[in-house]
């Protein structure tokens, strides 16, 4: 029985062989086919001595067919897979990767992994948008302009509390810092600043969103544009005026585009490394996120385009703590007491002032200050009781009101009563 080899070949290769059977029917010279295929005399010299020797096949590739020198074995793909199911199941081919070359020692390509993945199901192909081009430049110094969010998320996905990311990423080199907090407020933003500046220096400007912690938003701005009064400052905008710190305030969150996509890429790699390593706690989290920080800065940083840095030192005469606190002033009573926060305290040195500047440290501590100075105080945790009955005399007897009666209840009772 005849027996035909069937023999794959490409468009091109089908190109030429056409071309090839015209030269060896003496249709055309090797000069010309050379040019209608874009290869030198000497290759078209060789192609035909090859297809006359071996025939069509002779056009082929001479690897096709065979086994890739760099091809998975499939017991290496077992072994990898149940890895993957067992301790990085979740976990992007890039980032799977990097973990099977530092913790398995397993070299395996992102772009192998990704496909294998996708065929085996545990990944879905993803569609390609249009790549996303923005006209704004980076700054070209570092410490410029750093930009600062908070990120709320399922960070330890259950284990523990629900927390929130302060995050820090300077414009022009990618750096990032971090730290995890039970909330996003004035006290995590100033804490978190703190930490900043004393590992990195105090930026030149900071972009902000217009968070309520960032930005007052409850006052009538036509008032302040009527009555020419500057807008009022949060106190963490009014902390970083003190240390001389530009803010600038974001209209939209595209807008702050480098430090959103910062937090879709923490939401993915930074929640696995805390899975990988059991955290369960704030305290946990904010240990495994400084190992993190530190890998994570030497892959994704870039350099800036100039070198100088522009963080500058606080001066020493400058204590953070004074600035980056919550800053409130209250009126002094004839009996030197003030109230905050509903608590009543006792100034226990005469000053003479009006008014004292209470400062709540984030740390938790209070201060009490007159120009500068603190003073001493002391809370007055028991308040004397006072009589909650009002007396109302009345001809041979006494009536008494309950002082929670409703005006129109008291009103119509006065009516009844006779005075002398």
Not at 135 to 149: L, T, V
Not at 192 to 211: C, I
Not at 248 to 264: D, Q
Not at 294 to 317: C, G, I, T, W, Y
């Amino acid at each position: 029985m005849d027996q035909r080899e069937i023999i794959a070949m490409s468009q091109k290769e089908l190109k030429r062989l056409g071309v090839i059977n015209k030269v060896t029917g003496k249709e055309i010279k090797q000069r010309e086919a050379a040019e209608l295929l874009g290869l030198s005399d000497r290759q078209i010299r060789r192609i035909v001595k090859r297809v006359k020797e071996e025939g069509v096949k002779g056009l082929t590739h001479r690897l096709r067919g065979c086994k890739a020198h760099n091809k998975i074995e499939d017991s290496k793909w077992s072994k990898v897979l149940k890895v993957y199911e067992r301790k990085y199941y979740g976990f992007g081919a890039q980032l799977f990767s990097e973990k099977l070359e530092k913790n398995e020692e397993v070299k395996i390509s992102k772009e192998t992994l990704r496909k294998k993945l996708i065929v085996e199901g545990y990944q879905q192909r993803k569609r390609k948008n249009k790549k996303h081009r923005s006209w704004r430049e980076r700054k070209e110094y570092y410490g410029q302009m750093i930009q600062m969010d908070g990120s709320h998320h399922d960070w330890l996905e259950g284990r523990g509390a629900r927390m929130v990311m302060m995050g820090y990423i300077d414009d022009a080199t990618n750096r990032v810092y971090g730290r995890f907090y039970e909330y996003e407020g004035t006290i995590p933003a100033m804490d978190s600043f703190k930490r900043y500046a004393r590992k990195y220096g105090v930026p030149q400007s900071v972009y902000l969103d217009r968070h309520s912690t960032y930005k007052v938003t409850h006052y009538d701005e036509w008032k302040a544009k009527v009555y020419g009064k500057e807008d009022p400052l949060s106190q963490f905008e009014r902390a970083l005026k003190e240390l001389g710190v530009k803010v600038i305030h974001a209209n939209s969150a595209p807008a702050k585009g480098r430090i959103e996509r910062l937090f879709r890429t923490l939401q993915d790699r930074l929640v696995k490394e805390l899975r990988l390593s059991g955290s369960a706690t704030l305290e946990e989290a904010n240990e495994v996120l400084d190992k993190y920080l530190q890998d994570h800065n030497s892959q994704f940083m870039v350099e800036p385009v100039r070198k100088a840095n522009l963080h500058r030192r606080a001066p020493k005469a400058v204590d953070l703590d004074k600035i980056l606190c919550v800053k409130t002033k209250h009126p002094v009573r004839n009996d030197f007491t003030i109230v905050h926060k509903k608590r009543l305290y006792q100034i226990l040195k005469y000053t003479g002032a009006k008014e004292v500047e209470v400062r709540d440290l984030v740390n938790g501590n209070m201060e009490v200050v007159v120009k500068g100075q603190k003073i001493n105080y002391k809370e007055i945790e028991r308040l004397p009781v006072k009589n909650k009955r009002n007396r109302m005399t009345q001809k041979g007897s006494i009536r008494v009101l309950p002082m929670n009666s409703s005006f129109g209840t008291y009103k119509a009772r006065s009516r009844e009563l006779s005075f002398y």
